[in-house]
């Protein structure tokens, strides 16, 4: 059973830095893309970052491009995802999500029915 599990969410003021990680329990973790998606109240799901198999590519939501960026460590089956120059509108619960293909191209994506697995998530909140 797949299980990933979101760590490192919490409350912090405007311009402080978070880094989540995501641990992935499952079998195939290197083979898999990686993403972080979010839902903020009365919101859809976003993505946010995204990372293929051996962290070759990369994606952003242009709203975090240059403040967050997304990692991975296969050896420990962990993604990252730091955020810095944090703002209040990064207000959110934060998803982890993985694609066992290893084809998986994180560029094309961006939406959540793209992935396979999710975590329950994690909540990031930036007070002004």
């Known amino acids: 059973q797949v299980q990933l599990v979101e760590s490192g969410g919490g409350l912090v003021q405007a311009g402080d830095s978070l880094k989540l990680s995501c641990a992935d329990t499952?079998?195939?973790?290197?083979?898999?893309?990686m993403a972080w998606f979010r839902q903020a109240p009365g919101k859809g799901r976003e993505s946010v970052a995204s990372?293929?198999?051996?962290?070759?590519?990369?994606n952003y939501a242009d709203s975090v491009k240059g403040r967050f960026t997304i990692s991975r460590d296969n050896a420990k089956s962990t993604v990252y995802l730091q955020m810095n120059s944090l703002k209040p509108e990064d207000t959110a619960v934060y998803y982890c999500?993985?694609?066992?293909?290893?084809?998986?191209?994180?560029?094309?994506?961006?939406?959540?029915?793209?992935?396979?697995?999710w975590g329950q998530g994690t909540q990031v909140t930036v007070s002004s």
């Open positions: 999500a993985a694609d066992r293909d290893y084809r998986a191209n994180p560029t094309s994506m961006s939406s959540w029915v793209s992935w396979q697995y």
């Open positions: 499952g079998r195939a973790f290197s083979n898999s893309a």
């Open positions: 990372v293929n198999w051996n962290g070759a590519i990369t």
